[in-house]
Each structure stands twice: as structure tokens, then as C-alpha cells.
């Protein structure tokens, strides 16, 4: 404890942020992220208000050697938002969002959840592609890459990047782009948390004047699955989808003869007008009658981002990857083998790609994944830490019997999984030069509490 003490005397003076501490009435609240799973107990949660207060934190951590987390919008599957004993340094309370619309960029506090950013941007008809939930603060899903309803027309968010501010380990503010810093730059791109605290983020803006999406509740046949799949890869870049295969919950819009079989609950997002996405969408809704369907034009941000509840604190074993092809028998083994589990709740989840994803060059940014085709998540809810090892081995040994010739993991989907899955985040190559990057900006892995990438020697 004395060097969390020596830390946070060192912020008494000229700090304009709130340190919460066990004795505080929030602190339970402040320091519960979204996943469960991770009962930490930091030593305290430093909430910042702004780049001058994360200096003052980063410097207080470095020279108290204090253990200390970085908080965006506490998503990290790996439970890398929190601590025990340590410090939380809390970015929500920075979430000021600009928008030049002349100029067609934003500029957004790391501390901004994605359903803000996009409301802000779709006042304007314009858009940011972030991921599939909108309270992720857009930190951490930006730095890891950002595969979002918008990857196929747009690309990854880091495709939007412009700029970024960031308080590096020895306390600078930087302002980086592709010319100030550009090899750091290149590594904010993909390369997660591992070089600094993100304070700003500056994000050019697509038009989306028109938009149509919701959601597609289909029975899960081994011919449904594998024509999802070849429907999506068919499509125009203009759809991207998530093709979720799993057991129908108990919603009271699905027939109650419908609820615990096995269902595709498709997410599917276009970015036009409703007469070409009518015609888009069609192949899906014709390969089968649906159970339900709640697909329209509207509001992006309302349709995609429903509210969540905050409350609700999943517990998952998961293994992330990339595949080829999910036809017929690819399809037949996800429903066998999730038929097969005993989790409580499990669930295989298909991205198709390509599009957008596919034409920036696979170096040009950390994220190296570019040619991949389908990204696929298998998880596995559990109920008891007993549980939780027979649900890991599981979803383990499914990505096993699943995997195919195309190799490599999606960083930001990575849990705890140790060297041998952030070498699958990053070819060597990739992973070489962030190291190189690691080592220029952050010699003594200060920010280690991540996917951590260890600087080259």
C-alpha cells in the first residue's frame, strides 16, 4: 500500500479529477465493469477530467511503481479495466465530442461511449463505424481495430483515424497522425493499449444519409447457416452482417415454440436507401420464414445501438479466430457441436468481411488481418468458477475442430489467453514492428496491464 499512498499524494496538488476509494459510497459501482467474472478491488479509481490529469496520473503511477489500468468503457473480455490493489485511471469523465461538419471529421474524448459519438455524427447524416454494442467507450474499441455494422462499406474505425492525443509512459502529450509520430501512429491502429493513454481521438466521417437494419431471427438448419454466410459474401459492401447461431431465448416477439432451438439471430446493417435494401436483404429473409423480423429504415444509432441494460454482467468463456468458409458441413458441426455443449447459454458468432476491410494494405496499420474472410467468436456462458474451466476447454477445443487454413485472432476479442493467441493477433512481422514501437515509447512496459506486447530488447 505505501506506494499507492506515495501515488496519490502525489496527485493532491493541481488535480482536477475525484479519487474514489474503498470508503466511498460509488466505489462498488465505479469500480464494476461490464463483464462478470472480475471481482477486483482496486486501491482506488482515478477519474481524470483531462489530459493535463492523465499526465499527472501516469506520472504518479511511474514514479510510485504502482500497479495501474487504463478505463475506457470497461469491456476488456480480458478484465483488463480493473485491479486488485492498484489504480484505476478512469477516462468517462472525458467525453466531449466536436464536430466540424465542413471539414467531414470529429473529434471525441476517449471517454465517449460509440452510441454517443454516433448520435452526434448522425445528426449530421454522417458516421463513425464502431462495433456491435453502444456503450464501448471508443477507446479501446478504436486502438484494437474496430470491426463494427460498418466494416464492409467503411471499414474498420481505424480506417476513419485521423489523429490521436496521447500521454506516452514518460508523461509527454503527443499529437499524432500519419505525419507527427507516424510510427506510433501506425501502432495505435490495431495495437491496443500498449503505447500510452489515448486522450482524443480525431475521426473522419462517412456519409450515411439513409440507413436500414435491425434484426433477423431465422431456425438454424445446416442449410440456413451456410446460405447466410454465402448471402453475406454475396451481398454489396453496402451490408454487413453478424450471423449469430445459438439457442432463441425466451423474447416474448418469438413464438414460445421457437424458444431453446436453435435459431440464426442475425444482425444486419445497410447503409443506403430502403427500395436497394429491400433488395438486398431478401436472399436472407428467403431462407426461411422468420420468427421474427425487425428490420426498417430509421436511425442508425436507435435501430443498432438498443438500450442495455446496466445491470447485467455476462459470464463467458470464449476463443476468437479467423475461418475461410462456413458451408454446409462447416454448419453442420457449429450446430452439432452447440447442441452437444452443456453451458447454459452458448452462442458461435460469424462476421463476414472483406469490402472495405479488404483493400487497405495488410501493413499498413497494426490491424493485419485484411484478407480474412469470416471473423468467429465461439462462447460459452458459465455459472460456477468449476464451470468456468469445463465452458474454457470447451470453447477451447471447438476452435480447434473449427479451425481452418486461414489463421490469426481479432485482439480486441482476445481474453486471457496468453503469448500463444497475441502472436495470432499479430503475424510476425506486425508483431516485430510494434515491439520496435514499444520499445522507443514505452521502455519499461508501463502500460502492461493489456494484450501486452513487450518491448523488443
Not at 82 to 95: A, C, E, N, S, Y
Not at 402 to 425: S, T
Amino acid at each position: 500500500m505505501a506506494a499507492l499512498d506515495t501515488a496519490l499524494s502525489a496527485l493532491m496538488t493541481g488535480f482536477s479529477g475525484r479519487i474514489v476509494g474503498p470508503d466511498d459510497a460509488d466505489y462498488d459501482k465505479a469500480r464494476t465493469v461490464t463483464y462478470g467474472g472480475f471481482d477486483k478491488h482496486p486501491g482506488a479509481i482515478v477519474k481524470v477530467k483531462s489530459a493535463v490529469d492523465v499526465q499527472a496520473v501516469v506520472n504518479a503511477a511511474r514514479e510510485g511503481g504502482v500497479e495501474f489500468v487504463v478505463r475506457s468503457g470497461g469491456h476488456s473480455n480480458a478484465g483488463h479495466s480493473t485491479t486488485d490493489g492498484g489504480l484505476v485511471l478512469d477516462l468517462r469523465d472525458m467525453h466531449a465530442i466536436s464536430v466540424d461538419v465542413n471539414a467531414g471529421t470529429l473529434w471525441a474524448e476517449t471517454g465517449a461511449m460509440a452510441i454517443d459519438v454516433t448520435k452526434a455524427a448522425e445528426k449530421h447524416g454522417m458516421v463513425v463505424g464502431f462495433g456491435d454494442a453502444g456503450t464501448v467507450g471508443i477507446g479501446g474499441i478504436t486502438l484494437g481495430g474496430g470491426v463494427g455494422y460498418m466494416a464492409r462499406k467503411y471499414g474498420l474505425t481505424i480506417d476513419a483515424l485521423l489523429a490521436a492525443e496521447i500521454v506516452t509512459a514518460d508523461g509527454r502529450l503527443l499529437m499524432v497522425d500519419a505525419t507527427h509520430e507516424p510510427d506510433l501512429f501506425w501502432a495505435l491502429r490495431g495495437g491496443g493499449g500498449n503505447f500510452g493513454v489515448v486522450t482524443r481521438l480525431q475521426y473522419n466521417l462517412n456519409p450515411l444519409p439513409e440507413f436500414t437494419g435491425g434484426m433477423l431471427i431465422l431456425s438454424a438448419t445446416a442449410e440456413t447457416v451456410s446460405g447466410f454466410i454465402a448471402a453475406a459474401h454475396a451481398a454489396p459492401e453496402a451490408l454487413s452482417t453478424i450471423c449469430n447461431v445459438m439457442p432463441c431465448p425466451p423474447m416474448p416477439f418469438v413464438p414460445e415454440e421457437v424458444h431453446g432451438k436453435m435459431v440464426i439471430f442475425g444482425m444486419l446493417a445497410f447503409a443506403g436507401s430502403p427500395g436497394d435494401a429491400e433488395k438486398t436483404l431478401a436472399p436472407f429473409r428467403a431462407l426461411a420464414k422468420p420468427h421474427a423480423d425487425m428490420i426498417k429504415s430509421g436511425s442508425y444509432a436507435e435501430l443498432m445501438y438498443p438500450p442495455e441494460d446496466d445491470d447485467y454482467h455476462p459470464t463467458a468463456s470464449s476463443h476468437t479466430m479467423f475461418i475461410d468458409r462456413v458451408g454446409p458441413a462447416e454448419a453442420k458441426m457449429i450446430l452439432d457441436e452447440l447442441a452437444a455443449s452443456d453451458a447454459v447459454f452458448k452462442v458461435v458468432q460469424l462476421r463476414v468481411l472483406g469490402g472495405a476491410v479488404s483493400l487497405v494494405p495488410s501493413d499498413a496499420t497494426a490491424y493485419a488481418h485484411r484478407s480474412a474472410p469470416i471473423l468467429t467468436n465461439i462462447a460459452a456462458f458459465y455459472t460456477t468458477p468449476e464451470d468456468r474451466l469445463k465452458q474454457e476447454a470447451w470453447v477451447g477445443e471447438f476452435g480447434k475442430r473449427l479451425e481452418q487454413d486461414e489463421k490469426g485472432a481479432y485482439v480486441n476479442f482476445l481474453a486471457l489467453d496468453g503469448a500463444e493467441r497475441l502472436a495470432a493477433a499479430y503475424p510476425p512481422k506486425t508483431l516485430a514492428r510494434l515491439r520496435e514501437v514499444k520499445a522507443k515509447y514505452d521502455p519499461k512496459n508501463l502500460f502492461r496491464m493489456n494484450q501486452n506486447i513487450a518491448p523488443a530488447a
